[in-house]
């Protein structure tokens, strides 16, 4: 399979056609807008349900980053030769799911630490093992091409995301964003179930 476009988004158009490809693509893509909004409006939710300012998140979005660097710079190896790929980026998206319902839900600051944290560690497993996954339908020489056609679609994902939460937590209510985000990671997970949209040797390791 051989992609001959240097343009990212000629080369996303290309990756569209891919049924395999476009699979995997569309979960990540519907992980990606569950979670790029809760950097927009996470403070917005503090403030209104909690009363936090500044400094509470602040503090808070650095025990995030913490989560996140150990996620990915300790666990991420280990957890991935233990359960491969596939049986990571469903674990993590499972996580992520019931994370962004608890963040939903909290009804004690407190709450925030545990639920967050885990959104981070659910996403810092799914995103790589899925970007894994996704080397795996292209040749090599593919690789950066793929790449910068993944790129593009994502950076759509972060412009969209924050749209779509702010917009609902104007109109439906401070938990809207992480109810609407876990169920778009619900639907992620749903076509991650297919038999078809992974490749074969990862299927059988």
Do not use: H, K
Not at 87 to 103: D, P, Y
Not at 127 to 135: F, G, K, Q, V
């Amino acid at each position: 399979m051989v992609l001959r476009v240097a343009n990212p988004l000629a080369n996303l158009i290309v990756l569209l056609r891919i049924v395999a490809i476009r699979r995997v693509l569309m979960v990540v893509v519907l992980l990606n807008l569950a979670f790029s909004g809760l950097y927009s409006n996470f403070p917005l939710f503090t403030a209104a349900r909690f009363g936090w300012g500044m400094f509470e998140n602040a503090l808070f979005f650095a025990f995030v980053g913490i989560c996140a660097v150990t996620t990915q710079g300790l666990l991420l190896g280990r957890m991935q030769r233990w359960l491969g790929d596939a049986r990571l980026a469903r674990v993590g998206m499972i996580v992520m799911v019931c994370a962004l319902l608890a963040t939903g839900l909290a009804s004690a600051a407190w709450m925030l630490y545990p639920s967050v944290g885990l959104i981070a560690f659910g996403s810092g497993l799914a995103i790589p093992a899925l970007t894994s996954l996704l080397s795996l339908q292209v040749s090599p020489a593919d690789q950066g091409r793929l790449m910068g056609g993944t790129a593009a679609l994502l950076n759509l994902t972060m412009i969209a995301g924050p749209v779509v939460a702010g917009i609902s937590f104007d109109r439906a209510g401070t938990a809207a964003p992480y109810l609407i985000g876990a169920l778009l990671g619900s639907a992620a997970l749903l076509i991650f179930a297919s038999p078809t949209i992974i490749p074969r040797q990862e299927a059988t390791s």
